[in-house]
């Protein structure tokens, strides 16, 4: 982890190597028939996305008494929301329960007679990229 949080402070925003071959890959010299499927390039940082949203998670979960590097962690959180945004990457948080891009993993209460739920906490953040879903987000429901 210490390595992840040294490459994010080391780039100060230049772009990687990786993501430089990204972007001349990005431009094809002739024109290319519409792919459903992301390139390889794309799927291949979504395991790295996926640990950037699940470190905001275990940041978001620490205790307030642990006031001591809050600026730091603060900087840290900074510059992982700045690499989220930079890769067209969002952070799945939404309040309203929307089953195409969250995962009920347990529901609490009885099931209601109009079927409505609402959530009750959020397990884990979920990551939409370029408008592809990659993990929902995972949430407990209970009865409105």
Do not use: Y
């Amino acid at each position: 982890m210490l390595t992840l949080v040294k490459r994010l402070f080391a780039t100060r925003g230049r772009a990687e190597p990786a993501e430089e071959a990204f972007l001349a890959a990005e431009a094809p010299s002739e024109p290319q028939a519409p792919v459903s499927v992301p390139p390889r390039e794309q799927r291949s940082q979504d395991p790295i996305l996926l640990f950037l949203v699940d470190l905001l998670d275990e940041m978001d979960a620490l205790p307030e008494s642990s006031s001591e590097g809050r600026e730091e962690l603060a900087l840290v959180r900074s510059r992982i929301e700045d690499r989220l945004l930079l890769l067209d990457a969002e952070m799945i948080r939404d309040s309203t329960w929307n089953p195409e891009r969250q995962r009920a993993v347990a529901v609490s209460g009885e099931v209601s007679a109009d079927g409505t739920h609402v959530i009750g906490s959020s397990r884990a953040s979920g990551l939409c990229v370029e408008g592809r879903v990659v993990r929902k987000q995972e949430v407990t429901l209970e009865p409105s």
